[in-house]
């Protein structure tokens, strides 16, 4: 199904379109250089952001030019797959079933005969869920914030407070006039290396608030090697993270 829309002057940031099979986000950032379009990894709305409100018009139209893609990146994306008993997840880069056993409500990880890890707590449907979720957000609350600690050290930081959430489309954020960083707690979900290079990224930033190539150099020297593998996969398989709910 193709979408139309009534002639219109001017759009407005915070507008949304509807553009027949999906809905259509508008947005400024005045830190982006050029229109960007993404889908959001939890509701399917495709989202085009411009870097100015002046753009907009412009932004829509770029959006028109990639309906097809949009469709197909829409397919693409992976059903909802709740935390359930026999769900296989990854943490911190290991391959981890949860299980269910009564009487366990804090869920604890154990190490079967085989060798493979298991998440164990008790509960069935949502109290199940929440209860690996609080589990997940306490483990990558601590982790990035020793993380970060160490990063910021490297650059002669310290104090710097760590936060989560569950953004829909970033995965860290940062206020360097008040040296707080906020990350997407499902990040502990990804390969190690890549969280870190999350973590060094969002650091780099309480020195270099843009992403200017002095502030990818930062990055360079604060993660100690080469990121854009790292920033590849958060880019093409970080939607792989939004499906466990």
Not at 115 to 138: D, F, M, P
Not at 202 to 213: I, N
Request: net charge positive; charged share 25%.
């Amino acid at each position: 199904m193709m979408f139309s829309l009534k002639p219109s002057e001017t759009y407005e940031p915070g507008q949304s379109l509807d553009f027949g099979d999906y809905t259509l986000r508008l947005r400024v950032n005045a830190r982006a250089r050029r229109i960007s379009l993404r889908i959001d990894n939890k509701t399917g709305d495709a989202i085009v952001t411009a870097p100015r409100p002046k753009h907009l018009k412009d932004a829509v139209e770029f959006a028109r030019t990639r309906h097809d893609w949009i469709l197909q990146t829409r397919r693409g994306q992976e059903r909802p797959q709740p935390f359930a008993p026999g769900t296989v997840i990854s943490i911190k880069g290991h391959a981890v079933t949860l299980a269910e056993r009564k009487g366990v409500i804090a869920p604890k990880a154990e190490q079967a005969e085989d060798g493979s890890w298991l998440l164990v707590t008790s509960g069935e449907g949502a109290t199940y869920a929440k209860r690996i979720e609080r589990y997940l957000r306490q483990l990558a609350a601590k982790t990035l914030q020793a993380e970060t600690d160490t990063y910021a050290a490297r650059l002669g930081v310290t104090g710097v407070k760590v936060s989560l959430n569950d953004p829909k489309g970033r995965w860290g954020s940062c206020t360097p006039s008040r040296k707080t960083i906020r990350y997407s707690w499902r990040i502990v979900m990804a390969p190690p290396q890549v969280r870190q290079y999350l973590v060094a990224h969002e650091v780099s930033h309480l020195r270099h608030p843009d992403h200017s190539p002095a502030f990818w150099n930062c990055v360079t020297e604060v993660f100690g090697g080469a990121y854009k593998p790292h920033r590849d996969w958060l880019k093409k398989r970080g939607h792989e993270l939004f499906r466990f709910q």
